[in-house]
C-alpha cells in the first residue's frame, strides 16, 4: 500500500535549516573573496601567478607605483556579499558566526540518517549507480523525467549527488576551510600541506563554492521542473500526500524567512557595523579562544619554502622624523617600554638585540586571503617581558606605530596605526619583536626598524614601525577601544587565530 516514502521530520527541519546557513555561508565568504578577488595555487601569491583573478584591477607590473594588499580589495554588492561593499571585517564576523551551527545541523543530520535508516536512501550501496545515473542524466537532457530508484524517493542520479554534497562536498568544505585558519596552520604546517598549503586551501575552498552553487542552481531548476506543489509537500510537510496549497505556502514562508534573515543581516550590519562586530564576536572570539588552547604554535618552514616575494600591507611612515630616522640607518631609535611594569625601560636597537636575538622561519597570513613565507630574526617578547616586570593586573601589551593612516591611507581613516595583544599571546615562543627579514635589516616596508610577529595571528595585529610599548590592563580606553586599528576601523575582531 504504502507507495510514496515519507521524509522523516529531521530531513523536513534540516533542510530547511541548511537553507538559510549554507546561503549565509555563500554570501559572506563571497564578501571575504571580494577583499582578495584573486586565487593561487601556490603560498606566497605571486603577483601576476594567480589562476582566477575576479577584479580589474592588477597591480605589481609597475615597481614604479608602490600598492599595499588593501588598494587590491574590491566593492562587491551587497545582494550577492553580506555585508557588502568592502566590509571583510563584518563578513568574516557573519561567516564564522554560522560555521558552527551549519556544522551542528550537517552533524545532527548525518546522525539521524544512520540512525534512523534514511541512509539507505542516500548512501549507494551498489556501483551500478553510476552508470543509471548516466542514464538518468541522458534522459533528463531529453526533457523527460528519469524514474525513481524502486521504494526510494530518489531517482539514481539524484541520489548519487545528494550523497556526494552530504557526505563529500561539506567535508571538503569544512577540511579545506579549517586549512586557512593561521592558529591551525601555525600548530599543525602539516595539514596545510595536504592541500598544498594555504593557497591551495583557498582555492579548493572557492571550487567547493562553485560546486555548491551549481548544485543548488540544478536543484532549484529540478524542483520547478517537477513541479513545485508537489516538491514543496515533499520536503516542507514531508510527504507528497501531503495537502499541495499548504505545501505552497509553507514553503513559500520558509522561504520568505530565509530572505527576510539576509536583508535583516545585511541592512543592521551596514547600519550598525559597530555592534554586528561586538554581537557576533562574542560567540567568533570564544571559538578563536578555544582555538588558541590547542597546544603551542612552532612552525618551522625549511629555507626552500621561503617566498620569493612578500606583499606589503600598510604604506610606511611619511613624515620627516621617520625620514632622518631611516637616512642615519635607525641608529638613532628609542624604543620606550612602559605603563603597568616595575622597570620601564627605553632600548636603543643593540640593547634590544643584547636580550638575545632568534631566528624563525614563518608563514604570514593577512586577514585578506594572501599568505607568505619568511625568516625573522628578533628578540623574543618573553624576554623583554622578563625584563620590564609587568604588574600582576596586565592584561593586554599595546604597540604603538609611526604610520598616520590619514597620511599614508586617507580614505576618511585617521591615527596612528596600534595593535593590543592579550598577554598569553605575546608569551607563546614565536612572538618576536623582528629586526631583520631573510638575513637582512627589515626593509622599510616590513616594518623598519621593529615589528611584531605572532605566528598564530592573522597579519594585521604584527605592528610594523613600531614606535612604543605599553602595559596595559584593559582595552577600553585605547583609541575606539576595540583592541586595534584595524578593529577600531574596519571592524576586524581582535585576537584573530582563524
Ligand atoms: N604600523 C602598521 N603595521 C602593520 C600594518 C599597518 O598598516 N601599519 N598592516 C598590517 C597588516 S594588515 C599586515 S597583513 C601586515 C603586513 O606585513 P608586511 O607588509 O610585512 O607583509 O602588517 C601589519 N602591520
Ligand atoms: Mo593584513
Known sequence: MEQVPHYPLFVVITHGLNILFVTLLMRSGVEVLSSMPKLYWS????????????????????????WVSLDEEESWHPVIALP???????????????????????????????????????????????????????????????PQLPGQPFD??????????????????????????????????????????????????FLGLCAMLA??????????????????????????????????????LTLLAVVIVHVGATVYSRIDPRRTQRLLGKLVHRFEHMLSRLGRSRQHYRRRDISEYHRVNGYPPTDMGYRQLAA????????????????????SLPELARLGMTRQITNHNCIQGWNGIAEWGGVPLSALIDLVQPSKSVSHIVF??????????????????????????????QALLALEMNGAPLPIE?????????????????VKWI??????????????GQGGYREDQLYYGSSPGI
Not at 580589474?56 to 615597481?63: E, R, Y
Not at 641608529?331 to 622597570?343: A, F, I, K, R, S
Not at 614606535?467 to 575606539?480: H, L, Q, S, Y
Open 156 to 205: 539514481a542520479a539524484q541520489k548519487l549527488t545528494y550523497f556526494g554534497v552530504v557526505f563529500v562536498l561539506a567535508p571538503l568544505q569544512i577540511a579545506s576551510g579549517v586549512a586557512m585558519s593561521p592558529a591551525m596552520l601555525a600548530r599543525f604546517p602539516w595539514y596545510g600541506r595536504l592541500f598544498g598549503g594555504k593557497q591551495g586551501a583557498r582555492s579548493v575552498h
Open 328 to 347: 642615519d640607518g635607525f641608529g638613532g631609535y628609542q624604543l620606550p617600554v612602559g605603563g603597568l611594569v616595575d622597570h620601564p625601560v627605553t632600548l
Open 446 to 462: 616590513h616594518g623598519a626598524p621593529l615589528r611584531l610577529r605572532l605566528e598564530s595571528q592573522l597579519g594585521y595585529k604584527m
Open 84 to 146: 557588502g561593499r568592502k566590509n571583510l571585517g563584518v563578513g568574516r564576523h557573519w561567516h564564522f558566526l554560522t560555521v558552527p551551527f551549519w556544522i551542528l545541523t550537517g552533524a545532527v543530520y548525518v546522525a539521524m540518517v544512520f540512525v534512523s535508516g534514511y541512509w539507505s536512501y542516500l548512501v549507494p550501496t551498489h556501483w551500478s549507480i553510476v552508470p543509471q545515473a548516466i542514464r538518468d542524466i541522458g534522459t533528463y537532457l531529453h526533457f523527460q523525467l528519469a
Open 467 to 480: 614606535k612604543a610599548i605599553e602595559f596595559v590592563d584593559g582595552i577600553a580606553d585605547i583609541g575606539m
Open 215 to 252: 548544485f543548488v542552481v540544478v536543484h532549484l531548476f529540478m524542483v520547478v521542473v517537477h513541479g513545485i506543489p508537489g516538491e514543496f509537500a515533499k520536503i516542507f510537510l514531508g510527504s507528497e500526500d501531503g495537502d499541495r496549497v499548504l505545501a505552497t505556502v509553507v514553503g513559500s
Open 400 to 429: 604603538y606605530a609611526m604610520d598616520d593612516k590619514a597620511l599614508t591611507e586617507g580614505r576618511g581613516r585617521y591615527g596612528y596605526f596600534y595593535e593590543a595583544v592579550p598577554i598569553a599571546i605575546a608569551r607563546q615562543p
Open 43 to 66: 603560498d606566497g601569491c605571486p603577483p601576476g601567478r594567480e589562476w582566477l583573478r575576479l577584479s580589474g584591477k592588477n597591480f605589481g607590473g609597475d615597481s614604479r607605483r608602490p
